[in-house]
């Protein structure tokens, strides 16, 4: 009897690590390219009908920030995993990403928003747009130099 509890045991605890393994695999990543001397609001709009797919170099979505600071796709990606590629540290304020659900959670669209500058520049950015004082809390995010 004990045997089979032990290995009963084991099955479970191999069972969780593939969830987590698996899970983790499935969760997309999403590589956006700050250009050089790039400074304002992005967003990223995603599950956008008619709009092209984002491109993939391999198994990463490669998102080109445009001088307008907005990209429109039809992809749409469920709490992807983002890197930065030329952003340096501090200059990336504001990161969200917001999913758009039916009544019975259907995913059908979402977006990514972020400030690309100085903290003074972000904190003056926000001002401009929340004279209600709900400013988004920065958070520290990976870069690819």
């Keep these: 009897m004990t045997k089979r509890k032990a290995a009963a045991a084991l099955l479970c605890a191999l069972m969780v690590i593939t969830a987590a393994c698996s899970k983790r695999a499935a969760q ?3 590589v956006v390219e700050i250009p050089a ?3 304002g609001n992005f967003l990223l709009e995603m599950g956008i009908k008619g709009a092209a797919p984002l491109p993939m170099e391999g198994n ?7 001088r307008d600071g907005k990209v429109v796709t039809s992809t749409l990606l469920e709490k992807p995993r983002v890197a930065f590629k030329n952003a340096s540290e501090g200059s990336v304020w504001g990161y969200s990403q917001s999913m758009f659900t039916t009544g019975d959670g259907i995913s ?3 977006k990514i928003e972020f400030f ?6 972000y904190d003056a950015e926000q001002n401009k747009k929340n004279h209600s004082g709900a400013l988004s ?8 130099g």
């Design 60 to 66: 990463t979505y490669v998102v080109a920030v445009p």
């Design 108 to 110: 059908v669209g979402g």
């Design 28 to 30: 997309p990543e999403v």
């Design 116 to 121: 690309v500058g100085t903290k003074t520049q």
């Design 137 to 144: 809390a920065p958070v520290e995010m990976e870069s690819l």
């Design 37 to 39: 001397g790039f400074n």
